[in-house]
């Protein structure tokens, strides 16, 4: 993929003004929980704090990604853009919510067995706002969560806390009605342990674009089979597909056919039948009148 070609309107690039929205609501938010957890003493609203100030650093890093990677490259260097970027951003939104969830469940094994006073009405005020910014920014990036790993990285921070107002409303109420604030912990842990498991599904799906795996919605075989079945094609090798960023997926083959005047005719098949059928728009396809000696020296 050359520098030259225009990918503005990519999956990140298109939310971007809904991830604008979104990032202001929770950053004024996360000021207004802090405040409270402090003054209340609850664990469960300090921990969700502690979650919103990760979204605050997730939506913004997600923000700032889709800006980078629609940027023209001026170096020369990048010959794949800097959409990749976007990756990296969801990578960092991983790396966050673990380290909220690690700090979750530290603190609320240390208050394990400790007096607690929580002033449970702040508690059910500020969950309940809490749950409001949350799921009017859910309805914003859900869209984008389906079309971009960059998006779903911020719409899993903003759905793992989300859970949170909702622990902080239970802890809250279950406390007003037990007298017993090792409710507050308990759902300080619940929220820790939610965190930490949608860190891990978010996480796995950053490596796979980073490893440069096959897309999951591809079957390499099916492809390399669409591919043989063209007409004056003898045999393909050298296939790879992997991701760029969401919705940007690349392919490079070698293809060998019958005869030297076929090759244009089987490019611009093979490229039509990539982008057709399978999404792939961007293929580097090298056409072949004869095996190379090169192409059997390659192991990879």
Known sequence: MGAGHDHAAHAGARHRGKLAVAFAMVAV??????VAGIASGSLALISDAG????????????????????????????????????????????????????????????????????????????????????????VLLRAGSRESINVKGAYYEVVADAAGSVGVIAAGML???????IWDTIVALAIGAFVAVRAVILGRQVLHVLGQHAPKDLDLAVIERELRELDGVLDIHDLHVWTLTSGMNVATAHLRVNAEGQRQAVLVAAQTALQRDHGIEHATLQIETAPTKQCHEVAW
């Open 175 to 181: 406390v007003m009605i037990t007298g017993a604030g």
């Open 29 to 34: 938010f996360f000021v207004v929980e802090l």
């Open 51 to 138: 979650h919103m100030a990760a979204d605050v650093i997730a939506l913004g890093a997600a923000l700032v990604a889709t800006r980078i990677a629609t940027r023209p490259d001026r170096t020369g260097r990048r010959s794949f853009g800097s959409y990749r970027v976007e990756v990296f951003a969801a990578g960092l939104t991983v790396l966050i919510m673990l380290g909220v969830a690690a700090y979750v469940v530290v603190e609320a094994i240390g208050r394990v067995g400790a007096p607690t006073e929580l002033a449970t009405g702040t508690m059910l005020i500020v969950g309940a706002l809490g749950l409001a910014i949350n799921l009017i920014s859910m």
